[in-house]
């Protein structure tokens, strides 16, 4: 593994030039922004910032005048959305760096203080994936080293990963370990310029309202660094109370992993061939390894895409969900060694893509509801094969609100639980420590966004357990003449045809976005919400941002009230729309499922009639050109 940029500790060439820092410091403190509180936020900046790298953008910003930049990135602080704090790198308040990470972390260990009286004897974990940016000398490592430092020198023990780890193996290691907390640095699969701090209550679900807020609060009350010992690399080389707990997890992890394969005897005799990739990211090893355990041989790596590299150079988006445009390399590598499924993991290894190759002369790319539909069933399945005698009605599967109702459909026949949630993995793990207490069984749970969770390995999606899992369900429907795609079909002839559409416009104004959800709450002509969609009645509406659900005998929304933007349209004609805010980009998804009953169906008509209603929403809701959004580029 590659080392820092340069010590966390002040260097020699640092010790030399901080005569001419605090000269041109002095310089950049005399220029004034015409701000008081631009200006105060940049003084603190300077005061405590000990990256040199940093340090510089923010003086160049200053000398060239810049107060739009400057007010962009010291203006106001990150907050927790669906997954943690994600940014872009670089220098100010509102981005990841050594800085911020540090102040996040003196916040999160104020409030596990208040949390935790045993929090010296329980700790906390930390991991990081690969990321890295060269001009502000931050690195996913570096930045998990100095979290370390922080609860370090508050005499907190730390597990922190010495390598490169997936994202579930952080709340996995916590459950493991009974840690009061975890941290995982990671930006997933966002663009290369961002990082993110993730963070993991002691139930191995990510931290949701009351904690995120509270966290938040502590961070503002903890801004100066505390000591030097929080920039201490030795620190966190030496201290007793560091340990590395890369090799007991990975083995605890693949042992548990056994518990979701079924038929590894089949597995053993398949002659399905498998490619993976892991997109510049972490998964490449972590994937084989899961191979083997189900007693597959390793899938064939994209040799492109299998060592990490934090530039992601072979694609233009380093996220698997963006389907067949970003799958190239790994389908033309299906087709060269005559492999049947391709598996594509994010780069933090905790999203799952997948392909299939049809009638052996094109591809079938599933979206996320189409392979939960298939994941679901499966589980499903083997737990009625394991458990001929068990009560169905005491398991559960979860989905997120925006995700198909599939497993709904699957529920109503089969008898199991349904839930649903909030979007994020944060709500359906909460939401499963929930069930596990009261002696609830979850088997499979997802989100839309190629998110899943089969059994209850971590309570959060897990990309590296899902891969190898899809692999034994292809390998036994293949043993069978089955493909992935015709039982696909039987799924949807069993349940009722869930036919869904899932995309987004960009957005960079929040006023904008603001504007557009108010106007969608006070429709034009009608004072409320709009009661027709593409000429069909709006039966009911559901807004978790303001807690109303016409659906609902006191019009109270179910679920928790959100702070991102979301409404939901549930229409006469079967169709399901929602309109929401993502959590960690400048997006506006937008959500349609046609869900028809069981039996067959002219898929084609109910893809026609779809299409319309997404169309309507999209044109008549958002407005784009009015608005001046952009367009999804496909």
Same mark, same amino acid.
């Given at each position: ?62 000398? !060239? /005048?810049?107060?739009?930049? %400057?007010? $962009?990135? *010291?203006?106001?602080?990150? #907050?927790? =959305? ?23 972390? !003196? /916040?999160?260990?104020?409030? %596990?203080? $208040?949390? *935790?009286?045993?929090?010296? #004897?329980? =700790? ?340 590296v357990s899902a891969a190898v899992v899809v692999a034994e369900m292809a390998a036994y429907l293949q043993q069978r003449n089955i493909s992935l795609h015709q039982q696909l079909i039987t799924i949807y002839q069993t349940y009722g045809y869930h036919i869904s559409r899932t995309s987004y416009v960009l957005c960079h104004d929040p006023t904008t976005v603001h504007k557009i959800f108010s106007r969608i709450r006070h429709f034009e002509g009608e004072g409320s919400y709009p009661t027709i969609l593409a000429g069909h009645r709006i039966l009911h509406v559901r807004d978790v941002t303001t807690g109303y659900d016409s659906s609902q005998p006191d019009q109270r929304c179910v679920l928790p009230v959100s702070q991102s933007q979301m409404i939901s349209f549930t229409l006469l004609n079967g169709v399901r729309a929602t309109l929401r805010t993502s959590g960690t980009e400048p997006k506006i998804k937008f959500y349609t499922e046609y869900c028809a009953p069981p039996g067959s169906r002219d898929v084609s008509a109910l893809e026609v ?26």
């Open positions: 593994m590659a080392r820092f940029p340069f010590s966390l500790n002040r260097s020699m060439e640092e010790e030399q030039d901080s005569g001419l820092t605090r000269d041109l410091n002095a310089n950049v403190r005399s220029r004034s922004t015409g701000e008081p509180q631009l200006d105060k936020a940049v003084h603190r900046w300077l005061t405590w910032d000990k990256n040199r790298k940093t340090r510089a953008q923010v003086e160049l910003l200053v000398e !060239q /005048g810049r107060v739009e930049e %400057l007010r $962009r990135r *010291f203006g106001g602080r990150m #907050s927790f =959305g669906t997954a943690g704090l994600r940014a872009p790198m670089g220098a100010g308040f509102s981005r990841i760096n050594d800085l911020t990470v540090i102040q996040s972390t !003196q /916040g999160l260990y104020r409030y %596990l203080c $208040r949390c *935790f009286p045993d929090l010296t #004897s329980r =700790g906390v974990v930390v991991g990081y994936d690969t990321r890295a940016q060269e001009e502000s000398g931050c690195t996913s490592e570096r930045l998990g080293r100095l979290t370390a430092a922080v609860m370090l020198c508050k005499d907190v023990p730390v597990h922190l990963f010495s390598t490169y780890i997936p994202t579930p193996f952080v709340p996995y290691a916590v459950r493991m370990f009974g840690a009061a907390a975890g941290v995982m640095v990671t930006a997933s699969h966002n663009p290369k310029e961002d990082n993110g701090y993730k963070v993991y209550w002691y139930t191995g679900a990510q931290i949701s309202s009351p904690h995120d807020k509270e966290v938040l609060r502590c961070i503002e009350e903890s801004q100066e660094p505390w000591s030097e010992s929080c920039w201490d690399e030795e620190l966190v080389e030496n201290s007793s109370l560091r340990r590395n707990p890369l090799l007991e997890v990975t083995a605890c992890y693949m042992e548990e992993l056994k518990a979701l394969c079924f038929h590894r005897d089949v597995n053993i005799r398949s002659p399905l061939k498998f490619v993976h990739s892991s997109f510049h990211g972490v998964g490449h090893r972590f994937v084989h390894r899961a191979f083997q355990v189900f007693g597959f041989p390793p899938p064939i790596a994209v040799p492109e895409q299998k060592d990490p590299d934090p530039n992601f150079p072979s694609v233009h988006c380093p996220n698997p969900e963006e389907g067949e445009s970003v799958l190239e390399l790994s389908l033309r590598l299906a087709e060269r060694e005559k492999a049947g499924i391709v598996l594509a993991t994010d780069p933090d290894a905790d999203r799952l893509a997948v392909a299939e190759h049809v009638d052996g002369c094109s591809w079938k790319v599933f979206t996320g509801n189409e392979l939960a539909a298939l994941l679901g069933w499966w589980m499903l399945f083997n737990w009625k094969e394991t458990h001929p005698a068990a009560e169905i009605h005491k398991v559960h599967m979860l989905a997120t609100c925006v995700s198909s109702n599939i497993l709904r459909a699957m529920a109503d026949l089969e008898g199991f639980s349904y839930q649903e949630t909030l979007p994020g993995f944060k709500w359906i793990g909460k939401r499963m420590y929930e069930l596990a207490n009261s002696g609830g069984d979850v088997i499979f749970a997802f989100e839309e966004s190629i998110g899943f969770l089969c059994g209850s390995l971590v309570p959060d999606k897990d990309g009639e779809l299409q319309k209603v997404t169309s309507s929403l999209v044109e008549d809701f958002l407005e784009p050109e009015k608005n001046k959004l952009i367009r999804r580029s496909m």
